[in-house]
Nanobody, 114 residues
Framework: VPLVESGGGLVQAGGSLVLSCAAP????????LGWYRQAPGKGREYVAI???????NVSLAVRGRFTISRDNAKNTVTLEMNSLEPEDTAVYYC?????????WGQGTRVTVSS
């Protein structure tokens, strides 16, 4: 399942960024779309996920600052990131997953300067 992220970059602490991910039109509705991140020297960390119907779950680390949304007509998932902190610096990966499989995008780098 090809997933293509966009929107990463360099931002100052307190700033905002919006990440987008395009999924294929053929992606079955059962698949959740999500975001994970991997900071330098650390493992991949769950950030947020959204179902086709719009149910969301956001990790405690970013809750209240990050919002995930999904446009089923465009087959995209968006991660709106506000009040960014240097600790949010990471490569952010889009995922498409169901009970059995998880597919990854190539990642987009987010750097938050202090």
């Amino acid at each position: 399942v090809p997933l293509v992220e966009s929107g990463g970059g360099l931002v100052q602490a307190g700033g905002s960024l919006v990440l987008s991910c395009a999924a294929p039109e053929t992606l079955p509705r059962e698949y959740y779309l999500g975001w994970y991140r991997q900071a330098p020297g650390k493992g991949r960390e769950y950030v947020a996920i959204i179902s086709y119907g719009g149910s969301t779950n956001v990790s405690l680390a970013v809750r209240g600052r990050f919002t995930i949304s999904r446009d089923n007509a465009k087959n995209t998932v968006t991660l709106e990131m506000n009040s960014l902190e240097p600790e949010d610096t990471a490569v952010y990966y889009c995922s498409a997953e169901n009970r059995h499989y998880r597919y990854w995008g190539q990642g987009t780098r987010v750097t938050v300067s202090s």
